[in-house]
């Protein structure tokens, strides 16, 4: 399976800007064993601006996606918790309702991205003859690297999202291989 990690559009530069976040939420408590500190729905100001675009998803300065990729993510059965946020401008009043995505998560796993030149694939794979190139079974996780969090999803979900209309999705062609043994590499969060 093909897997592509999300990325900016150009659709987000004039997607909401949430202002003061980081009084309301601990970025570091969005993940499975810590989600429970945060509330069932939440409020958040953004900021007011002629070009504000509500886009489908939403990645700074945490993954927000809107009701219409929330069904998606519901369709494809993924192990995911979510919380409600709205989306609040106070100027004008415009307000959106978003979720906040709570997925699976694995520091084990290390992606290399794929570049392509006028129709070939121009990257190399990564070259350990140990390691084994992952076709999870899975369409929405996170991938740890040191502190950065990629938010990985499969062709198949791609796809779906794409044939939407989704706005604000990016991407970018990823392998995925593990970054030690499989039978000592752990995936689930939820484990």
Request: hydrophobic share 40%; with cysteine; charged share 30%.
């Amino acid at each position: 399976m093909k897997y592509f990690v999300l990325q900016d559009s150009p659709e987000l530069k004039n997607a909401p800007q949430i202002t003061r976040w980081y009084e309301q939420i601990d970025v570091r408590d969005i993940r499975a064993d810590t989600c429970y500190k945060q509330p069932e729905k939440q409020v958040f100001r953004i900021i007011s601006s002629e070009r504000l675009v509500f886009t489908d998803i939403i990645l700074f300065p945490f993954f927000l996606v809107s009701p219409m990729v929330y069904e998606v993510i519901l369709m494809y059965r993924e192990a995911c918790l979510f919380r409600k946020v709205f989306l609040a401008e106070a100027e004008t009043g415009k307000a959106q309702m978003y979720y906040l995505p709570v997925m699976e998560e694995s520091s084990d796993i290390a992606l290399k991205k794929i570049s392509y030149k006028n129709g070939c694939r121009i990257s190399e794979s990564i070259k350990n003859p140990k390691l084994k190139v992952l076709d999870l079974k899975k369409n929405l996780f996170w991938i740890r690297e040191s502190q950065k969090r990629h938010i990985i999803l499969s062709m198949d979900m791609a796809e779906s999202l794409i044939r939407r209309g989704v706005s604000g999705l990016g991407l970018s062609e990823v392998e995925l291989e593990w970054k030690k043994d499989e039978k000592t590499a752990k995936f689930l969060s939820y484990e």
